[in-house]
């Protein structure tokens, strides 16, 4: 498991040939994570729904937190996300 904090995600894709409008394939998903020592980065493999999994406990916990905060609506860039499909991401992990 993580610690909480901010994350680079690339999503590896490619095109699907013969189609009439434009669509992906996802080819692979790494998140790229701090060494022990702190001084470089390891990219790893990561599950696209593990990934999805931990960014909806983070919209929920900003909610509980917002209503907690007395505020009414959800910061919709809480997680940063950044990029195109193509590009690399960033997504917040708090756990």
């Given at each position: 498991?993580?610690?909480?904090?901010d994350?680079?995600?690339?999503?590896?894709?490619?095109?699907?040939?013969?189609?009439?409008?434009?669509?992906?394939?996802?080819?692979?998903?790494?998140?790229?994570?701090?060494?022990?020592?702190?001084?470089?980065?390891?990219?790893?493999?990561?599950?696209?729904?593990?990934?999805?999994?931990?960014?909806?406990?983070?919209?929920?916990?900003?909610?509980?937190?917002?209503?907690?905060e007395?505020?009414?609506?959800?910061?919709?860039d809480?997680?940063?996300?950044?990029?195109?499909?193509?590009?690399?991401?960033?997504?917040a992990?708090?756990?």
């Amino acid at each position: 498991m993580l610690p909480p904090g901010d994350y680079r995600v690339v999503t590896d894709e490619e095109v699907i040939e013969g189609l009439s409008f434009t669509a992906y394939h996802r080819i692979s998903t790494e998140i790229f994570v701090p060494t022990e020592a702190g001084c470089a980065v390891e990219m790893m493999t990561i599950d696209p729904m593990d990934l999805q999994a931990v960014h909806e406990q983070d919209v929920a916990m900003l909610a509980v937190y917002s209503v907690w905060e007395g505020r009414r609506s959800l910061r919709p860039d809480y997680c940063r996300i950044a990029g195109t499909s193509a590009g690399p991401q960033t997504h917040a992990i708090n756990n």
